[in-house]
């Protein structure tokens, strides 16, 4: 029988695609990632186009030699914690593919709530604001699965927003980007650069949020991989609400809406904060963990 160890293996003899996935998941395990056998098969698939489909009926069949020293160099990289998503430089969101890099956070399930609530509105043929737009995941499947809306994503990290456009131009959107501290990034765009508009119909956004005490006691792939400026939401986690929710009215149409993701123990805080800059009809929605995990409200002024 085949011995392995916890190290990356560098002998040169045949492997097959079983074999493989056998080696990948044992290197990982080892190295303690929790998922090590959905890693391990992902990473197999994306290193040598190996799906599935190949480990149940095509197991017995050889990989190239290449392939496998590619393998080996990815799950090396993984057992260095470093996320999935950033060694395959891409990740499903909605039932689309985006492309991800260490620029950006990587688009999780929980934020799709946020995108399945705008689109249960039925609106269409309006303005799209996002706020620390990243990946741009929101706004683009916002477009996606909206009918003639344009939209804007605005990001603080010009490093950011070449993921977000490339994102926009690989689902064929109407979307532009700009540069800027939050809102601010509006005003140093101004309304004749690529259409962009400083009214909207709607605004999204999912800022920092995470207390900054907190981050250190965060999963490693999270903390040492994933951009500290996209987590970090000062002491206590609500500086960006404060802002966005302080300025976005000047940046709404009368009855335009505000959606933002939350933390799971924030929803009070942030309903009360838009409740006092004056929005209306706040709604606090659960994820599947019945844990608050996004918030809305309208501004009718």
Not at 77 to 99: A, D, N, S
Not at 249 to 273: F, K
Request: hydrophobic content about 40%; glycine content about 8%; charged content about 30%.
């Amino acid at each position: 029988m085949r011995m392995m160890n916890c190290d990356i293996m560098t002998d040169s003899a045949v492997l097959t695609k079983k074999q493989c996935y056998d080696e990948g998941v044992e290197i990982l395990t080892k190295a303690g990632i929790d998922e090590a056998k959905s890693d391990a098969r992902l990473l197999l698939e994306y290193i040598a186009g190996v799906t599935y489909n190949d480990l149940c009926i095509h197991q017995e069949e050889e990989v190239r030699q290449d392939r496998v020293s590619a393998y080996r160099e990815a799950l090396k990289r993984r057992t260095e914690h470093v996320p999935v998503q950033y060694i395959t430089g891409k990740q499903e969101f909605m039932g689309l593919e985006f492309t991800v890099s260490p620029d950006v956070l990587i688009p999780r399930y929980d934020t799709e709530i946020l995108v399945e609530e705008v689109l249960r509105l039925g609106l269409s043929g309006i303005d799209i604001l996002d706020v620390c737009t990243g990946s741009g995941c929101i706004l683009i499947s916002l477009l996606h699965y909206m009918h003639d809306c344009r939209g804007t994503g605005i990001d603080i990290s010009d490093k950011a927003l070449k993921v977000a456009a490339t994102n926009a131009k690989k689902h064929n959107v109407n979307a532009g980007f700009c540069e800027g501290d939050l809102f601010d990034a509006l005003a140093k765009a101004g309304e004749a650069n690529n259409d962009i508009k400083l009214k909207y119909d709607l605004i999204v956004s999912n800022p920092p949020y995470i207390p900054t005490g907190v981050i250190p006691t965060l999963m490693r792939e999270v903390r040492d991989y994933e951009p500290v400026i996209a987590l970090d939401g000062d002491d206590d986690g609500l500086k960006f609400y404060r802002r966005i929710v302080e300025e976005a009215p000047d940046h709404l149409v009368r009855g335009g809406r505000l959606y933002m993701e939350i933390g799971y123990d924030q929803g009070a805080a942030v309903n009360l904060i838009m409740e006092k800059r004056g929005f209306a009809d706040i709604e606090i929605y659960k994820d599947l963990g019945g844990n608050d995990r996004v918030i809305c409200g309208e501004w009718r002024r």
